[in-house]
């Protein structure tokens, strides 16, 4: 972040569990993946002889081919566009970021969020409405290990709930416990925002331990 922009590089590279929400999360903003099958980058990859492999049934498991020589085999590789996979470069794959820049108070000025507390040390709210007061903004950045296992929509509700509501179940399963309110500090919050967030790599990875699962990386804020 810098003042009002916010600055973030797209850069290259489980059981059902119930979820109680006591509220609603929208996605204002995405990101584009870079894959394969994309006609912008199947485009730029075919154009300089590059093979893809798409399959019918999911599109989005596409893999660029290409021959590699530490595995004396082709093999297929996941992005569109990555960095230091020299064979994948010659055929297309390359190591450009997509580089995009939100002028936050515009974004939460369009969509009605609560601003939070500016520069002078006071709150200041887009709206002037309840509901704007209510709403909360945070971002998920993760690696394609989660993204390609679960859909947005999904990981967007769990992280509102460990980063929201985790801590208010919590207290109220202390009350039933206990007869009363525990006090809770910043480190058992964070700690509870971990377990939540284990949960969630644990459902972004297959079903058996056997299986193959990528390697999986997120920042919640």
Do not use: C
Request: aromatic share 8%; charged share 35%; glycine share 8%.
């Amino acid at each position: 972040r810098a003042r009002d922009n916010l600055h973030y590089i797209s850069a290259p590279r489980s059981p059902d569990v119930q979820l109680h929400l006591r509220g609603t999360v929208d996605i204002y903003h995405q990101n584009t993946k870079h894959k394969a099958n994309f006609p912008e980058e199947r485009t730029r990859i075919e154009g300089r002889g590059g093979r893809i492999h798409i399959p019918p049934k999911h599109p989005d498991g596409s893999r660029v081919i290409a021959y590699n020589a530490l595995h004396k085999e082709t093999v297929g590789l996941a992005m569109s566009r990555s960095i230091g996979d020299w064979e994948w470069t010659a055929v297309g794959v390359i190591p450009d970021p997509d580089v995009v820049v939100l002028d936050l108070k515009e974004f939460w000025s369009e969509h009605d969020l609560s601003l939070g507390d500016d520069r002078d040390g006071k709150t200041s709210i887009a709206g002037d409405n309840d509901d704007a007061k209510k709403k909360r903004a945070f971002v998920v950045l993760g690696s394609d290990g989660l993204f390609d296992a679960r859909k947005a929509e999904f990981v967007a509700s769990h992280m509102a709930y460990g980063l929201f509501e985790y801590q208010i179940d919590r207290d109220e399963e202390d009350r039933v416990a206990d007869g009363g309110i525990k006090d809770d500090d910043e480190s058992a919050f964070s700690k509870r925002l971990i377990e939540v967030g284990k949960k969630l790599v644990k459902m972004a990875s297959p079903l058996k331990e056997g299986w193959y699962r990528d390697d999986i990386t997120y920042i919640a804020k």
